[in-house]
């Protein structure tokens, strides 16, 4: 049987942590003018996948 191959958008877009899959946050790529920087600031910190998604990201990254 072939090895199995991970889905290689996943592999650029997630982190795998300690115990929780790491993320960037969205709204981050245009049209930043009009975005607060309070706002931008927060964009910046890193999010976690959603318990109710982890099972569909490790899928993809063949864990």
Do not use: C, D, W
């Amino acid at each position: 049987m072939p090895k199995m191959k991970s889905v290689k958008s996943a592999v650029k877009r997630f982190k795998v942590g300690k115990n929780k899959i790491k993320r960037g946050q969205a709204f981050r790529s245009h049209i930043l003018t009009k975005k607060p920087a309070k706002r931008m600031r927060k964009l910046r910190q890193v999010a976690y996948v959603h318990s109710t998604n982890v099972k569909a990201v490790e899928k993809m990254l063949v864990m």
